[in-house]
């Protein structure tokens, strides 16, 4: 079994540009966030290319982590692959339309990430990935917050929605699954 990266990329940065903002419409769409400079559709024109590398970071990142910690990376299969991906769409939609606080909606969501992750990856790979991907994530954000160009309706992390990093954590099952199924070659 080998493990190749040109395909995942490929894949994740076709997925992130087009599925990231179709599912950010789902945030601007409810008033979870906005852009001060919508062009079209409540979005920027940066919107594909930003999406793009997040997928691309996050599912590589992946990969190269069970490389790093020299653990044999397994494809999950597409019943693991459906179900992650369909928690994470389920999860952004939550995320921007769920009618409860904040703190709700932020600890609903990282109930739902762990359950992901114990019915579909209990490994310390995945956790340092939800870990990396949460903290990222929330650093990209806050930077763009920072800069006005973009912004969050509940802004408890300096800025930040609460629910960021747990909706990152379901990113980095979801899109490490995608990644994993993709790069490995028997």
């Given amino acids: 079994m080998s493990v190749t990266y040109g395909r995942p990329v490929a894949l994740l940065a076709f997925l992130g540009a087009t599925v990231g903002p179709a599912l950010d419409g ?19 024109w940066w919107c594909p290319p930003l999406f793009c590398a997040a997928g691309v970071a996050i599912g590589l990142g992946r990969l190269l982590t069970e490389r790093v ?11 693991a692959v459906a179900v992650t991906m369909g928690a994470f769409v389920v999860a952004y939609a939550a995320s921007g339309f769920l009618p409860v606080s904040e703190v709700a909606r932020a600890v609903l969501l990282l109930m739902g990430a762990v359950a992901l992750w114990a019915a579909f990856d209990r490994t310390l790979a995945a956790v340092l ?5 949460g903290a990222g994530g929330w650093l990209v954000e806050h930077t763009l917050v920072g800069r006005g ?7 408890f ?17 979801a899109i490490g699954a995608v990644a994993r199924q993709v790069a490995v070659r028997e």
């Fill in 129 to 133: 990935c939800m870990a990396s991907a």
């Fill in 157 to 173: 992390l300096d800025g930040v929605a609460l629910w960021i990093p747990p909706l990152y954590f379901t990113a980095a099952l």
């Fill in 26 to 44: 789902l945030h601007t769409y409810s008033g979870a966030t906005w852009y001060p400079d919508a062009q079209f559709l409540k979005s920027v």
């Fill in 149 to 155: 160009l973009f912004f969050h309706r509940e802004v």
């Fill in 69 to 79: 910690m020299k653990v044999e990376t397994h494809a999950p299969g597409g019943r």
